[in-house]
DNA sequence: TGTGAAAGAATGGGTCG
DNA sequence: CGACCCATTCTTTCACA
């Protein structure tokens, strides 16, 4: 017995979230295999993961640059809004906006973040444009040359929890 | 004959990428369901989708916070590197990091801008140790304070009709 | 390419150790 | 909690158009 509160995550919890995260599409029968455990027992536990919120979401990446998506840019912003109604219009316009793939908010020079998508230059104006309407002066714009590193995968088997003591 | 290469993408198989973009574990039949197909029909064509690399991978999108990362890092690196070698070694070493989800090569004042996943400050300084070992002089870091917006997905579908005349 | 049918797996619920 | 069973659903192959 060790927590009222909620299950503390165990070995085998941690070792199926790590396969899902890396390939979502393995089956729980070979899951099952990995972990040593039943096809049952493994789908239980991933329904309580989902439940529990440990998992958000599945999702196919696509190939950006097969799809005709070469501009990746990374936009910083500067908003000198300072009523946080007028901040949560624009954070949500940065939602609604398609090719927005990620905003963050920041400390440091900049206030935000975002990671945009494009298929070209004018598509990349287009969306420039756009953020001068919401009122967004100070802009700064670079662009992505080459994808060294993209990935999803919260180290969470690398950080400390990691003794392969596989029992048997 | 048009193009050996390979057929140019229709409405249909856009449809299916960005059913799977958005929720990748929509079982087979569901999809052919909406886009008025047979379930043999589907299979066909994502495996082809598959083969001809529009779909890269497929990921289960953990919680962070529900498992700790609560420091998320933006991190800027000038490097005074200029040998090729050497930055080859670089860019290899950021991949190995379980702790950078992401790396991309930038224009700007910066050279590269990655993305961190840290559980706690001591792991991000023990990060940063990790790029000054390595050689990196010039690092800026900025946290992220709140997420915004968070997603894979492409504009494929709502950008425009994606109907280009371009072979391949 | 598409469809329909059919075999082979995997899923998901219930019950019992 | 986990294993076993069972009905249901999904996947994947095949003949055929």
Same mark, same amino acid.
């Given at each position: 017995?060790? /927590?009222? &509160? ?5 070995? $085998? ?12 599409? &393995? ?5 099952? @295999? @990995? $972990? ?8 239980? @536990? ?22 005709? #998506?070469?501009l990746l840019c990374f936009v910083f912003? /500067? ?9 949560? $219009?624009?954070?949500?316009? #940065? @939602?609604?906006?398609?090719e927005v793939l ?12 975002l990671k945009v998508a494009n298929?070209?230059r004018?598509d990349l104006?287009?969306f420039i ?11 700064q714009t670079s662009l992505g ?5 993209? /990935?999803? &995968? ?7 929890? &990691? ?6």
């Amino acid at each position: 017995m060790e /927590s009222i &509160v909620s299950k503390v995550l165990d070995q $085998v919890d941690i070792q199926i979230l790590d396969i899902l995260q890396k390939q979502a599409h &393995v089956s729980n029968a070979e899951i099952a @295999r @990995r $972990v040593n455990l039943s096809s049952p027992a493994v789908h239980t @536990r991933i329904k309580r993961l989902e439940n529990e919120g440990y998992i958000s979401q599945q999702v196919a990446i696509l190939n950006p640059e097969k799809l005709g #998506f070469d501009l990746l840019c990374f936009v910083f912003i /500067s908003s000198n809004i300072h009523h946080s109604e007028k901040l949560d $219009v624009l954070e949500e316009a #940065f @939602r609604q906006m398609p090719e927005v793939l990620e905003c963050h908010c920041l400390t440091g020079e900049y206030d935000y973040l975002l990671k945009v998508a494009n298929k070209d230059r004018r598509d990349l104006q287009t969306f420039i444009r756009k953020l001068n309407k919401l009122g967004i002066t100070k802009i700064q714009t670079s662009l992505g040359l080459r994808e060294i590193k993209y /990935s999803s &995968v919260l180290p969470i088997w690398d950080g400390d929890e &990691v003794d392969e003591g596989k029992f048997e």
